[in-house]
Each structure stands twice: as C-alpha cells, then as structure tokens.
C-alpha cells in the first residue's frame, strides 16, 4: 500500500477551501480540513465552488474537524504537512499556539496567511521545524458558508523561512514535493530563496485597498481607483509601500501580474472586470475583527526601525483602528 503524505490545513475559509480542494485531488497527499464558522455546513455538504479556472464542483473533504486538537485524536499523531490559511490577528489569537497540537518533530508548517511579519511567532514556537513563507495570488470569495467563488488565476509563491535553523536540502525536496502535488492540479507555484520580495509585492494592493475600502465605507476597488480623490490616497500609500518593501528587504519586487509602480497598480485595478471587495471591508461589515496589525502596524514598526516616513499608513492605521474599536465595543 502507497504512503501518502499527510496534511492537515487549519482554516477552512475562501483561501483554505480552495487550496484544500485542489491538494485533495492529487494522488501524492491525504487531506484535513480545521474548519470555524462554516464548520456546520462544510460538514454536512462540502464545498460548493464555482471556478472561472478549475471549473464548478463540489468538494467533500475526507476529513473536516472543528478544532485541530479534534484532528489529531481522530487521525492520530502528528502530521507531515501543517497548512495556515488562518487569518492573521496577533492582537486576538496567537496562530502558532493554535496549530501546536498537529505539530511533530518533523513537520513542515507552511504559512498561507496575508501581511507583513507573519512568520516570527511559529519561529519562536517551532524554531526547529522547516517554516514556509507562502504568498497566494488568486482572487476567492466564500460568499456564504461553504460557497467560494474562484476567478481565472492562482499563484503560490513560497520560500523556506527559518532565520535560526540550519535549512539542508531534505526540506526544499519537501516543499517540492508539496508544489508537486498543486501544479498537478493547475496551480501555478514558484519556490524562492527570499519569498519577503513576493511578500511585499502583494502587499501593495493588501496594505492600500484593504483599510481604504473600510474608511470608504464599503466602495469596491474597482470603484476606489475611479473617484479621483482616493486613487490619490491609494497610490500615495502605494508608493509608501514599495519605498519601505525595497527598503527592509534590499531588493526590487517581482513584479506580479505587471505591478512596478502605484500607477500600474490602480490601472491592473481598473482592469478587473468583476467587482472586487477587500477582506477587511468583509470583516468590518461582519463586525468582525480585521487584520489592521499584519497590514497596517507591522509595516509601520519597521518604518520605523528603517526611517522610512509613511505618513499615509499611519493615518489608515489611526482610522481603521478606531473603526474597529467602534463596533467592537458595541
């Protein structure tokens, strides 16, 4: 009987869903899912995915859990590959403490999460475990629990991630294999030496839309790059964002989907035919908390630490915080 690898994602969100579906139907892995508040409906019916890319189906997880303690009992032990397609929230939850049941001597945790400074505390936690950096460049929305819709594209970008551990060959062989079994079913993958270049690159559409859709109140991207006024806002938070991305990481940006600068970005914007809706604008119509630390706060910690002036992101980060705050007192 063929061993197959073993992996577990925790978060069965758009992201996690998505991904999950993919990596499940290749032949190489065996997968689980740690689903939260779609956990009900993932359960009992799946995944109903609607995929300009892959197609429509519906996907059945082999095995869906609500909590990864849950998973380990029932699967029992520690798996090979440990996925987080959590969101980010430090000031609410600590992701590494979440995941740390799953977690053995020799399992490699990749990280699907957006924002900047995402990997310290699962290093500090498992200083001794290959650590993925992984980047997603794909446009997915669950529109109810359990319904995703997917557009016509997806990027995973990663790189090895492990600043205090000695990284031998062994470890890239097993993220290859790992990618191996995503581009098998047609998501596209880079594997990088620095994945921080990539990191940044997203970050340019993730740190300027996201709050800005908030303080609009609830505008579409689409619609933001239109009204003068706030395609100003968000091209002067871009152009603080490359300015500190090229600054903290000594190089230039990759350059994804034609993105060199704050115009192309709006005009890529511009060109998307569907209306886009930031997840941060999701989560505050929810009142939900939002990932203002990994976007806003982070960056500006190192703004600081390099003298970098981004004024703008300040002001994003007062604003936003004080929105949440808000709601979240109500």
């Known amino acids: 009987m063929e061993l197959k690898a073993r992996v577990l994602i925790v978060g069965g969100g758009a992201i996690g869903g998505l991904f999950a579906w993919r990596l499940s139907l290749s032949r190489d892995v065996v997968v689980s899912l740690v689903c939260r508040s779609n956990y ?15 197609g429509s189906g519906i996907y059945r997880p082999k095995g869906v859990y609500q909590t990864v303690e849950q998973a380990v009992a029932t699967e029992g032990g520690a798996y090979d590959y440990v996925i987080v397609a959590l969101k980010a929230l430090p000031n609410i939850y600590d992701s590494s403490e979440r995941i740390a049941a799953a977690v053995g001597p020799n399992t490699m945790i990749v990280l699907f999460q957006n924002g900047i400074g995402i990997e310290e505390p699962f290093v500090t936690r498992f200083p001794h475990n290959p650590l993925v950096s992984s980047v997603s ?7 109810t629990p359990g319904e995703l819709r997917h557009g016509g594209f997806s990027l995973l970008a990663a790189g090895l991630h492990n600043p205090r551990t000695t990284l031998n060959g062994a470890d890239y062989e097993r993220l290859q294999f790992l990618f191996n ?3 098998s079913q047609g998501v596209s993958c880079i594997i990088e030496a620095d994945i921080q270049p990539y990191r940044w ?3 340019i559409l993730n740190g300027s839309t996201n709050p800005v859709s908030v303080i609009c109140g609830g505008s579409s991207c689409q619609d933001m790059v239109k009204n003068a006024h706030c395609k100003w806002l968000l091209e002067q938070s871009m152009a603080e964002i490359f300015v500190l991305g090229k600054t903290v ?3 230039s ?3 994804v989907d034609g993105i060199v ?6 005009d890529y914007i511009r060109s998307i035919p569907v209306p886009v809706y930031t997840s941060m604008l999701v989560d505050s119509q929810c009142k939900r908390p939002m990932e203002r630390d990994v976007i806003l706060k982070n960056p500006i910690a190192l703004a600081e630490k390099h003298g970098v002036d981004v004024p703008h992101m300040r002001a994003l980060y007062a604003l936003t915080t004080m929105i949440e705050e808000g709601y979240a007192s109500k």
């Open 40 to 54: 009900a409906q993932v359960k009992s019916s799946g995944f109903l995915i609607t995929s300009a890319q892959f």
């Open 261 to 266: 600068d704050p115009q192309s970005a709006t």
């Open 201 to 203: 690159q997203k970050h």
């Open 249 to 251: 990481t000594g190089k």
């Open 181 to 183: 079994a995503f581009e």
């Open 137 to 143: 460049f794909v446009s997915v929305k669950q529109e």
């Open 253 to 255: 940006f990759p350059g």
